[in-house]
């Protein structure tokens, strides 16, 4: 019998609590955002910004600061690319 109302007691204590974290959640939630890249869910702890309605983190931001800084570096290996295969036409095409 005594058994029965401590899992009871511990059922009881388990419920409240959950309730007490939905009703965090809830109150939190317009302090919460989305990444719009990789889904990542932030409560103040990681650094977000909002660029027009979308919002995004610190790490994907880094990621597209380190493409943006080397987009220079893509386009030269781009070019290279096409005019090699220019030539590679022309040489067949004689």
């Not at 401590?6 to 974290?21: D, Q």
């Not at 955002?33 to 979308?54: A, E």
């Not at 983190?57 to 781009?78: A, G, M, N, P």
């Amino acid at each position: 019998m005594k058994e029965e109302e401590e899992k009871k007691k511990v059922i009881m204590e388990t419920i409240a609590e959950g309730r007490k974290m939905e009703a965090y959640a809830e109150h939190r939630t317009k302090d919460m955002h989305t990444c719009w890249t990789c889904g990542v869910i932030s409560y103040k702890k990681k650094p977000m910004k909002q660029i027009g309605k979308n919002w995004i983190c610190i790490d994907c931001l880094r990621q597209l600061k380190e493409i943006f800084d080397t987009l220079d570096e893509w386009e030269e290996e781009l070019s290279l690319e096409r005019d090699a295969k220019k030539q590679l036409d022309e040489g067949i095409s004689r």
